[in-house]
């Protein structure tokens, strides 16, 4: 009779070290997946939106994922996200505000007399329609012009400009299978063993 036995400790203390190395590679793939999606959208947003400002591109951030917590996250700035929605999702809007400094107009209608040299913008709300009506003076001394820039809208309509999401559910996955890999490999050579 041939009598064996097997330390198991040593395999267990194994799996446990892989099992954590494997959850650290996977931090570290998710994070700079993220990292990654954060710079594509930005640069996104560059090509689809009307010329965003440098406070609009600078509202894409990115969290890092942890072994403890294997979730990384791209998110808008809550005061961008505010006015960016409408163009990842699309949809109407109702105006909340009007545009600057209303001038009435006179009992027939017009506006007063020197209203226009005040200001060279300025906003009239019209009996007729009830919408505020923005206008620039233009011309010099001699020529006085009105130039009509904006009339106000209750509701304003806007289409999906912006895929944010459908550009990170093609883009996330590739990037994570492309960096896993190589951080698994570099995780369990650095591993004591």
Known sequence: MIKATINTKGVD??????????????????????E???KVATVLMRQT????????QRGLKHTRATASKLQAKVFVMPIQAAYLAPHVDGGTVSA??????PI????????????????KVFSVR?????KLLTYQ????KRSKRLRLLAVESKVRHYSKRWPFYERAATRVPVIVRRVF????ASALGSARW
């Open 49 to 56: 939106l009307d010329r965003p400002i440098p406070f609009t």
């Open 126 to 130: 019209s009996r007729r329609t009830g």
């Open 96 to 101: 909340r505000k009007p545009s600057p400094t």
């Open 137 to 140: 003076r233009m011309g010099g």
């Open 181 to 184: 890999a190589r951080h698994l």
């Open 13 to 34: 203390r194994m799996m446990r070290t892989a099992t954590k190395q494997a959850r650290y590679a996977a931090a570290l793939a998710l994070s700079e997946a993220a």
């Open 104 to 119: 009435a107009e006179n009992q027939y209608g017009n506006l007063p007399k020197g209203a226009t040299k005040r200001a």
């Open 36 to 38: 990654d999606y954060q």
